[in-house]
């Protein structure tokens, strides 16, 4: 049974919420794992524009305090995105980054792009899993002496919620990574919308496109799935072609979460914060009403009960009025299949446990 620490949203003047994220921090016993001048990531979504339920800059603050106390230097981190969004290249993902009010002055520590200027920064990791036997991770995930992930929980289309294993697993994934777990095959072209300027064709490495009539086409067998192509184009003709059911997506999202945890095992550790708990993702340029009230923070060094545990709380509760939730309104309710039938949440929990990344198991311990 694994410790999770919780602590929710009523504070006083004598202890306001920082005060707690720094309490939180502190029973993580981060200060016994990190050594002076390592270099810790604080594993972070920026946000899409757009999108306002992400985790505010300003709550970083203590645990960038708590880092520099024992003299590591911490720096937030993210990936680029699959998607061609505000952040899919490392210029617009730190202008984005900065737009939403993450910068220096706010949170006291400089921001890292993980997987560099174009998603291609990364390292392939050899793993023994049920589905994938190598991953691709951004180098500066792999290169960081230690993380700290912190998490804003909420919904998501293919995953039920997206909690510590997601971050951990998709949004330590380089481009290739991500394509990955969403994709078997290569991206596909429309037809109906490619011009044929040809500028995918120059960042293609291994010559798999090719342009005939002014329409271009990937050719599977060369195509490595990298998705440089899918972000370069202007005419946004090239999609992924999103065909990996639930079941297994999670299982492949998962893999790649144990790549990272099983190198940073002993250094690596966990912060939901169960606020704003919005339907979709914060890759989203919107944020839907949150389905429940905010009900805390939670701490812990094992990613599968912090997200059981932070998957029960939101169960627990009754639904807001007028939100996404259509039928389980009432507490002891699954909130998150009344969002996704057809997503079994527990998938992710059972494949990281069955990786050995922790228990579903947890002991709830309120500070």
């Known amino acids: 049974m694994s410790k999770v620490f919780f602590t929710d949203l009523r504070t006083n003047p004598k202890r306001n919420l920082l005060d707690k994220i720094a309490s939180m921090v502190d029973r993580l016993n981060i200060n016994k794992s990190f050594r002076e001048n390592e270099l810790v990531g604080i594993k972070i979504h920026f946000g899409e524009r757009g999108n306002t339920a992400f985790i505010r800059p300003l709550l970083l603050r203590p645990i960038v305090e708590r880092l520099k106390g024992i003299g590591v230097k911490p720096f937030l981190t993210d990936t680029n995105t699959l998607y061609k969004?505000?952040?899919?290249?490392?210029?617009?993902?730190?202008?984005?980054?900065?737009?939403?009010?993450?910068?220096?002055?706010?949170?006291?520590?400089?921001?890292i792009i993980a997987d560099g200027l174009r998603g291609r920064n990364a390292r392939k990791i050899s793993i023994e899993g049920e589905v994938l036997k190598e991953v691709n991770i951004a180098?500066?995930?792999?290169?960081?002496?230690?993380?700290?992930?912190v998490t804003h929980f909420k919904g998501h289309e293919l995953t039920g919620f997206g909690g510590a294993l997601k971050n951990l697993g998709m949004g330590c994934a380089s481009r290739e990574g991500k394509l990955i777990q969403h994709s078997s095959l290569s991206p596909e072209v429309d037809q109906s919308v490619c011009k044929g300027c040809g500028v995918c064709i120059?960042?293609?490495?291994?010559?798999?496109?090719?342009?005939?009539?002014k329409k271009a086409s990937i050719e599977p067998k060369k195509c490595i799935g990298c998705g440089e192509c899918i972000i370069v184009c202007q005419k946004k003709a090239i999609h992924v072609e999103y065909n990996e059911p639930p079941?297994?997506?999670?299982?492949?999202?998962?893999?790649?979460?144990?790549?990272?945890?099983?190198?940073?095992?002993?250094?690596?550790?966990?912060?939901?914060?169960?606020?704003?708990?919005?339907?979709e993702c914060d890759c989203y340029p919107n944020s839907d009403s949150p389905i429940v009230r905010d009900i805390g923070i939670l701490g812990s060094n094992d990613p599968v009960a912090i997200d059981k545990a932070s998957a029960d709380l939101v169960n627990q509760e009754d639904s807001l009025?007028?939100?996404?939730?259509?039928?389980?309104?009432?507490?002891?309710?699954?909130?998150?299949?009344?969002?996704?039938?057809?997503?079994?949440?527990e998938i992710q929990l059972n494949h990281a446990e069955k990786l050995g990344m922790g228990t579903k198991s947890y002991k709830l311990v309120k500070i």
Request: net charge positive; glycine share 8%; with cysteine.
């Open 247 to 279: 079941d297994v997506f999670q299982k492949k999202m998962v893999e790649h979460a144990y790549a990272v945890w099983k190198q940073k095992k002993g250094k690596i550790f966990f912060l939901n914060f169960v606020v704003q708990v919005s339907p």
């Open 202 to 213: 120059s960042y293609c490495p291994e010559n798999a496109i090719i342009v005939k009539e």
């Open 321 to 345: 009025p007028r939100t996404a939730i259509k039928g389980a309104k009432k507490s002891g309710l699954d909130k998150w299949r009344d969002l996704y039938p057809e997503v079994d949440w």
């Open 139 to 149: 180098s500066s995930i792999v290169e960081a002496d230690g993380l700290v992930v």
């Open 85 to 111: 969004g505000s952040r899919s290249d490392g210029v617009s993902h730190l202008l984005t980054a900065i737009y939403n009010g993450f910068d220096y002055a706010s949170t006291g520590c400089p921001i």
